[in-house]
């Protein structure tokens, strides 16, 4: 039997019904792949690589050993404390595939999962406005520190994959708290699994137990104003407990004999060696960082060199750093370490730097600076319409999630102001990007349509992602 015309239109007429936007959408998550391939492709270990030895180190005794490294002196001090899974599931890999280079295609596997996250994200946020996921995923497509990271021998990347589901299903479980039935307790289990194996990959995770927290304070008062005990037990109380008991079966035999030994659940190698050997520790704990640190100024070294130097230089405002790191990789200088020209050994440890990339360094700080400014005023729309609706807009888990995420490597920098390490590495905020963006496509949706500020907000979103996205690509195909 052949097929007749009307049997062949519902295939056509689906291909015709996909909206420009979502074509748009599906071209910029392909270059975001396509780059972070590239990368993972082209990956040459110790000259691009972040931490790269340690890294690599940690990895090889984990597969010969099979344990945690408890912060034996076998491997390097900044991989001795770091919590085990990563360096497993990459030594599983490498004893698999017998290839580094395929840690490196399964950090383009987390970003692509992430990526889909953010799409399920903005489009239940915001199912009418498909030019908002535009935004949001274009974002999360050309992000410089995401493109320079999501593709290396690093464990910043798997954590920050665990850490995006995680947020996810803690998002998931904020919606239904709204409704009748209440929580899933499936969603609780996936939180409290994801958020268990974020722990395992990086005490950075330790914030979702915070956000946690708050979100179930929230909605448990909210429930119990409105309907009492017996609902808010219903809709939160088992759910709850399902989270921690899942996340402390995960977790629990890591961080527990951390507490017993360490009196810490995330011990530092800092925290193990005091004083004694790190005499700044004795100091007052305010006097470790002037109070400007924390405060958005002494921007004008970061823009005339949007770049580390070294040791003997440091710049340690926060905000600059983070900022400037996000979107030109301050710190790990990525793609400007491949060959391309003249170049400097100015930048942090000596490696060669070409101008040129300094050049696009330039440019891509003021783009970011835009786009980091519209994404804070979003991250503040997005909670201000959680609270005004009373949940039905907007979300308090995405807001919450930046700012303990933004302020956890704060306070950690204020506990240990070595300038000369990476305690302010912006690898670090990669976690909250995904939220970060989800704001932005949030507050874009819920600008007035037809109204000025919608247009101009629109205009310079996607003009700025688009300069960011020419640039990221120039510099590391640009002659």
């Known amino acids: 039997m052949t097929r007749t015309a009307s049997s062949k239109q519902p295939i056509g007429g689906s291909l015709a019904r996909v909206s420009v936007a979502t074509w748009v959408a599906v071209a910029v998550s392909i270059l975001g792949l396509a780059l972070r391939i590239e990368h993972a492709y082209t990956f040459d270990g110790l000259a691009r690589g972040s931490d790269y030895v340690a890294n690599v180190g940690g990895v090889y005794w984990m597969l010969e050993h099979w344990r945690p490294f408890d912060f034996t002196d076998e491997v390097e001090w900044s991989v001795k404390y770091q919590p085990p899974l990563w360096s497993a599931v990459a030594a599983l890999v490498l004893k698999v595939t017998n290839s580094e280079r395929a840690i490196a295609y399964g950090a383009v596997l987390g970003w692509a999962i992430r990526q889909f996250l953010l799409s399920r994200i903005t489009r239940q946020m915001a199912p009418r406005h498909p030019w908002a996921t535009v935004a949001a995923l274009s974002v999360n ?122 009196h810490h659940p995330f011990p530092h190698i800092w925290d193990t060696e005091g004083p004694e050997k790190e005499p700044i520790l004795a100091q007052p704990f305010f006097y470790r960082r002037p109070l400007g640190w924390a405060l958005p100024f002494e921007w004008k070294e970061y823009v005339r060199l949007p770049m580390n130097r070294n040791s003997s230089h440091p710049r340690p405002n926060y905000w600059a750093t983070m900022v400037a790191g996000t979107w030109t990789d301050w710190y790990n200088r990525g793609f400007c370490r491949l060959p391309g020209g003249p170049s400097t050994t100015e930048a942090w440890g000596g490696w060669p730097v070409t101008y040129r990339c300094v050049r696009v360094y330039k440019e891509l700080f003021w783009t970011g600076i835009l786009l980091t400014v519209m994404a804070l005023l979003s991250v503040a729309h997005t909670a201000h319409s959680y609270v005004e609706s009373k949940g039905l807009r907007g979300s308090l888990v995405l807001p919450v999630v930046i700012v303990l995420g933004a302020a956890f490597p704060g306070l950690f920098a204020l506990g240990y102001p070595y300038d000369n390490a990476a305690v302010l590495n912006p690898r670090y905020l990669l976690p909250i990007s995904i939220p970060m963006a989800a704001c932005l496509a949030v507050a874009l949706a819920h600008l007035k349509k037809g109204s000025p500020g919608r247009m101009v907000a629109h205009v310079l979103a996607f003009g700025a992602i688009a300069v960011g996205g020419i640039l990221v690509i120039y510099e590391r195909f640009g002659a």
């Open 141 to 262: 497509a050309i992000l410089p520190i995401s493109v320079l990271t999501d593709g290396k021998v690093n464990p910043e990347n798997y954590h920050t994959t665990l850490f995006t589901i995680a947020t996810f299903f803690l998002w998931r479980a904020e919606r239904q708290a709204l409704t009748p039935s209440g929580v899933s307790y499936v969603t609780a289990g996936l939180f409290g699994l994801f958020a268990g194996l974020s722990i395992l990959t990086k005490g950075t995770a330790s914030v979702l137990l915070m956000v946690a927290a708050v979100v179930l304070v929230w909605q448990s008062q909210r429930i119990l104003r409105r309907f009492g005990w017996v609902v808010a037990r219903r809709r939160l109380a088992g759910q709850a407990a399902t989270a921690i008991g899942v996340l402390c079966i995960v977790s629990g035999w890591w961080v527990a004999p951390n507490l017993q030994k360490y």
